[in-house]
């Protein structure tokens, strides 16, 4: 069975810093997408940034960038020019199969701090 | 942007009671979803629904949960008997297709958060 694993349940960062959040995740499928979620305290969920396992290069959008190790099952997002609005939840999660549910890990509390 | 729609966004029973909780997908959307949330905890897959029948259930989704798509825009889902463990935030999701080979954005709703008392 897939599984995510986020090994940091809190971190914080000063306000225009730089954060790296981990994630790993097993599974025996070949294809496959990685993708980030935020879930602010409104508690939408919302998509961060995705990643495709077939892809060697690392997705990008805007602050948000992850590096994607796939032989090492890795997929960790870096946050660049941290902003207080950026104060969330993060979940990690796994998508292998056909139906398009995802699997996800436990969260990381990301605190931005003025 | 297209939403996912989905009501109430709180509700509050009685333990034992059943309830329904609503969701409008995306209308050109073919898949449908419920994932919950436990406060404090990771959020999980209940149930995909697809062309009218469950395509796929986890291990929570027991007998107390049922889904249904009633009329052509909404997709609900059934507890019945309520449990104080049911208590959690519930999101509905959508998706045009399954399949795992496009870069296809599923679409979350706001949450409904269930409160079993």
């Known amino acids: 069975a897939q599984t995510v694993t986020q090994s940091q349940p809190e971190m914080s960062v000063q306000e225009a810093e730089t954060v790296t959040l981990s994630c790993t995740y097993d599974?025996?499928?070949?294809?496959?997408?990685l993708f980030w979620y935020k879930q602010p305290p409104s508690r939408q969920m919302i998509l961060v940034i995705r990643?495709?396992?077939?892809?060697?290069q690392n997705a990008t959008e805007n602050r948000f960038s992850v590096n994607f190790q796939k032989a090492a099952k890795s997929f960790s997002l870096k946050i660049s020019d941290s902003q207080l609005g950026d104060t969330a939840m993060y979940f990690c999660?796994?998508?292998?199969?056909?139906?398009?549910?995802?699997?996800f890990g436990k969260g990381t509390k990301l605190s931005v701090k003025p | 942007e297209p939403e996912v729609t989905q009501t109430p966004s709180h509700q509050v029973t009685q333990m034992g009671q059943e309830v329904i909780l609503r969701c409008v997908p995306i209308?050109?959307?073919?898949?449908f979803y419920w994932y919950r949330q436990i406060l404090g905890q990771k959020v999980e897959f209940l149930v995909s629904?697809?062309?009218?029948?469950?395509?796929?259930k986890s291990e929570i989704f027991d007998d107390q949960f049922s889904v249904e798509r009633p009329d052509g825009s909404n997709f609900t889902l059934k507890i019945r008997s309520t449990k104080l463990e049911d208590s959690a935030m519930y999101f509905c999701?959508?998706?045009?297709?399954?399949?795992?080979?496009?870069?296809?954005?599923?679409?979350f709703g706001s949450g409904t958060q269930l409160s079993v008392l």
């Open positions: 999660a796994y998508n292998g199969g056909s139906q398009g549910n995802l699997i």
């Open positions: 209308s050109n959307h073919l898949y």
């Open positions: 990643q495709e396992a077939y892809k060697q």
């Open positions: 599974t025996s499928e070949s294809n496959y997408y």
């Open positions: 999701a959508s998706k045009h297709t399954g399949a795992v080979a496009t870069n296809e954005k599923l679409f």
């Open positions: 629904f697809y062309n009218n029948e469950i395509s796929e």
